[in-house]
């Protein structure tokens, strides 16, 4: 949404503020640590994110619908929940090889 704001100048400047919503799905988690639907089903992943939503909400102090969020928080929240993922064992045996390869 654009404000139109007139100074006493007579200076006529426009403000447009656009805000990109996003959300953060099952597959969006997964593909973060590279797991499939076949690793873990959406139901548990979605536990996850409604973990992540509810932790970035009491840091931040701000109420947030994981569904309907800015691309920080959805970031913040995927991430999160990425991190919290029982079969993330997974994901670090990945860095690690990669880390061994390239050390």
Do not use: G
């Not at 009491?58 to 029982?86: F, G, K, R, V």
């Amino acid at each position: 949404m654009c404000a139109r704001t007139v100074s006493r100048t007579f200076s006529t400047a426009f403000l447009c503020h656009q805000i990109v919503l996003a959300s953060v799905s099952p597959d969006r988690v997964r593909d973060r640590v590279n797991l499939s639907s076949s690793d873990i089903p959406d139901a548990k992943v979605t536990e996850f994110i409604l973990d992540a939503e509810a932790e970035v909400e009491l840091e931040t102090d701000l109420e947030i619908d994981y569904s309907n969020c800015t691309q920080a928080e959805a970031a913040c929240i995927t991430d999160l929940a990425a991190l919290l993922l029982p079969n993330t064992s997974k994901w670090c045996v990945h860095i690690r090889e990669y880390h061994r390869l390239n050390a």
